[in-house]
């Protein structure tokens, strides 16, 4: 890790060495309701050794059922495996409640043109950028691999210019669908509230808005997680492969939610092996 750390910039370190959080929007976010921490999303780099890196990279997510965030164990955990393993790891510290939909989705969608428009001071290839998520995160990436745009070209922000499609996702327990019987309820109305229009949770029941422009897709779950129900995996995927877009799911017959990594767990601390096998195979990661 401090070798991983000892590469970075100046400007992406803090002064205790820690990867330093920026602003994902220079001024006021869109839609802020205020100026205190919660109201300003940010994402924190993790650079690989130039020697190492792979120059593939991937936006983190962590979860939190949309109405706090799961930072350390589903975000910095990852991004420094990542960056250990070549892959530029970004963990992005999104809105979540009172915002609602579409706030969470724009900080996500931002995040992958932020890293594609600084491409070269990151060091990644903007042709190899991905999207990782857990549980409520991995709601919100599973949303940013099904609604993204090629950006817009007439842009005064050229940030905004960038593709927010991702190029592979990595789903861990996602929340994937917001309708009963396998929907996460508190996430529904944390980011939709009680009352949200039909059609509106339709649009976010990610799994029927999957197509063949749907990236490469990584999942791993749990049989019996009792949080979020494994069908949610199990939809996304058949969707996936009806759509003919390459996947791969991994579902354990134990485990609690919210594991992350689960390095303390000798039967699912092995997940992340089989996703570094996955992203070696597609070539994001280096064999060996």
Not at 51 to 62: L, M, Q, R, S
Not at 159 to 165: A, F, H, P, Q, T
Request: proline fraction near 9%; hydrophobic fraction near 40%; include cysteine.
């Amino acid at each position: 890790m401090h070798v991983v750390l000892l590469t970075l910039s100046l400007t992406l370190i803090s002064a205790d060495g820690a990867p330093k959080a920026e602003p994902l929007y220079p001024k006021s976010a869109p839609g802020a309701l205020g100026d205190k921490d919660a109201d300003v999303p940010t994402f924190t780099p993790f650079l690989p050794p130039a020697d190492k890196a792979t120059g593939a990279a991937v936006v983190i997510c962590p979860g939190g059922g949309y109405g706090g965030l799961a930072i350390s164990y589903e975000g910095m955990d990852v991004g420094a495996w990542m960056a250990k393993r070549g892959v530029a790891g970004f963990v992005l510290k999104y809105r979540v409640a009172p915002y609602k939909h579409p706030v969470p989705l724009q900080d996500a969608q931002r995040a992958l043109r932020t890293v594609r428009a600084r491409a070269k001071e990151f060091g990644v290839d903007p042709t190899r950028v991905g999207i990782l998520g857990f549980s409520a995160g991995g709601h919100l990436a599973s949303t940013a691999a099904t609604h993204f745009d090629d950006g817009k070209a007439d842009a005064a922000d050229p940030i905004d210019k960038m593709s927010c499609r991702p190029d592979f996702a990595v789903l861990c327990y996602p929340v994937v669908t917001l309708k009963p019987p396998y929907a996460h309820m508190g996430s529904r109305y944390n980011l939709l509230g009680k009352d949200a229009d039909e059609k509106l949770v339709e649009s976010l029941c990610n799994d029927q808005q999957v197509t063949d422009k749907t990236p490469p897709t990584f999942l791993f779950h749990t049989a019996d997680d009792n949080a979020v129900p494994v069908e949610n995996s199990l939809l996304f995927f058949d969707a996936l492969h009806k759509a003919k877009v390459p996947a791969e799911l991994h579902v354990y017959e134990h485990g609690r939610h919210g594991v992350g990594l689960a390095p303390n767990d000798p039967v699912l601390s092995s997940w992340p092996e089989l996703l570094e096998r996955w992203m070696q195979a597609h070539g994001w990661m280096k064999k060996g």
